[in-house]
């Protein structure tokens, strides 16, 4: 039983660099986030998809991408990395709006911009 | 808009004693509200939730009371142990619109033997 399942887990990518993070649940969920967390910052949704081919702004989407072309994936991208996108960016997945439907975390991805 | 505040850690407590994580919120109508907790290297879990005013959401010894009057929903535990040592986040998914969580900045909780 995956769960939520983040590739990579690790990276290291130099100023302007671009690459994707993505995320895979096999929950078969309709709702999936991406949040980064930072120190002393707590969690900040960044985008998030209500259905597969849907997307939407979170809190801070600038310098972000995402695309949900397949129900079970939730693609993150960065065009052009920079030093402020150093963080650990999470993925979540829920059922749906309703509160009995808790957010499912995947185990993060750390990333480093230099 | 919605916020959440908890009080800053790091928490430090000696094993079996008592534990309150504070968590004052400000939103509008009757919020969801959820306490996470992140154990080290891990990505979050769920921990307890309460959905309307006076509910009390238990899990693995924790508590909290989802207090209407004073925008509360504190965390506590009687008797703590080494393995709570994490970071404990209280959230708040807003009455109204999509299921996005806001969350506090997270405590950290060290117990020691």
């Known amino acids: 039983n995956a769960g939520v399942t983040q590739t990579p887990k690790f990276r290291v990518l130099k100023t302007g660099q671009s690459m994707t993070l993505l995320c895979a649940q096999d929950m078969n969920h309709e709702y999936m986030y991406w949040y980064r967390q930072d120190p002393g910052m707590g969690l900040r949704l960044i985008h998030y998809s209500v259905g597969e081919g849907t997307t939407a702004k979170g809190e801070v989407p600038d310098g972000y991408n995402v695309s949900r072309l397949k129900k079970q994936n939730f693609l993150l991208g960065l065009e052009s990395a920079a030093p402020s996108q150093t963080s650990v960016y999470f993925c979540?997945?829920?059922?749906?709006?309703?509160?009995?439907?808790?957010?499912?975390f995947g185990d993060g991805t750390r990333l480093s911009i230099l | 808009g919605n916020s959440v505040t908890q009080m800053e850690g790091p928490v430090t407590l000696s094993e079996e004693a008592f534990l309150t994580i504070n968590c004052t919120y400000t939103?509008?109508?009757?919020?969801?509200l959820f306490w996470y907790v992140q154990y080290p290297g891990e990505g979050l879990q769920l921990l307890l939730k309460a959905t309307k005013a006076d509910d009390k959401g238990s899990n693995k010894g924790f508590e909290a009371t989802y207090r209407k009057e004073t925008t509360s929903f504190h965390l506590e535990k009687g008797s703590v142990q080494v393995s709570d040592s994490a970071v404990y986040f209280c959230a708040l998914e807003g009455a109204s619109g999509y299921s996005t969580l806001t969350f506090g900045k997270g405590t950290m909780l060290l117990v020691s033997p």
């Open positions: 939103a509008t109508g009757y919020p969801s």
């Open positions: 979540a997945s829920s059922y749906g709006t309703d509160s009995n439907q808790p957010q499912h």
